[in-house]
């Protein structure tokens, strides 16, 4: 989906807490800050390496950074559900190869002072073929060592992407290699 039509996408907006309050469009939950529902998904093979994909360069932020699988969740739609669509979406996997799938963190995000997200983590082992969309582009699989060393040589990450990154090293949550 290109950034204009995302933008006008209508989502749910929620509470802090995570209480339902409405729908409206995409760009007026982001500019006026609302709370609203996003997953992130971590591709790994069974190496435990960790698929990364930079965003395109149309997008308005943070183009060309690395990147996890996201998705904001459409009206009536669960984590998992948006899970496996934005990894069929973004990665083109097959739902049938998934070795495994499942959350392993509920956080809240603010990013960029106004966008404010309830946020889950979900782990996906999968070796099947991965082929990347319109959205990305350069993407494969990585070692933590490696991601840990690109983020001291500073290479461009987005912003939610180092915040789970860095909980997942503070509580040593990664799947075993």
């Not at 529902?37 to 395109?56: D, E, I, P, T, Y």
């Not at 060592?145 to 509580?171: H, Q, S």
Request: aromatic share 16%; proline share 3%; with cysteine.
């Amino acid at each position: 989906m290109r950034e204009s039509e995302e933008e006008n996408e209508e989502l749910e907006y929620f509470s802090s807490a995570g209480y339902y309050r409405g729908r409206a469009k995409r760009s007026y939950i982001h500019n006026v800050g609302l709370w609203h529902k996003g997953v992130h998904v971590w591709l790994f093979n069974s190496q435990g390496k960790l698929f990364l994909k930079k965003r395109a360069k149309y997008k308005e932020f943070y183009p060309e950074h690395w990147e996890d699988v996201g998705e904001h969740l459409k009206p009536n739609e669960s984590y998992r559900q948006a899970a496996l669509r934005g990894l069929k979406e973004e990665l083109s996997v097959d739902e049938k190869q998934i070795k495994k799938l499942e959350k392993v963190l509920e956080t809240k995000m603010v990013h960029a002072d106004y966008d404010r997200e309830l946020v889950e983590l979900w782990f996906c082992v999968y070796d099947g073929p991965v082929k990347e969309n319109e959205e990305s582009f350069a993407g494969r699989f990585f070692s933590r060592e490696e991601i840990n060393e690109m983020i001291k040589k500073r290479a461009k990450f987005t912003p939610w992407f180092k915040e789970l990154f860095y909980w997942c090293m503070k509580v040593q949550k990664w799947p075993k290699q």
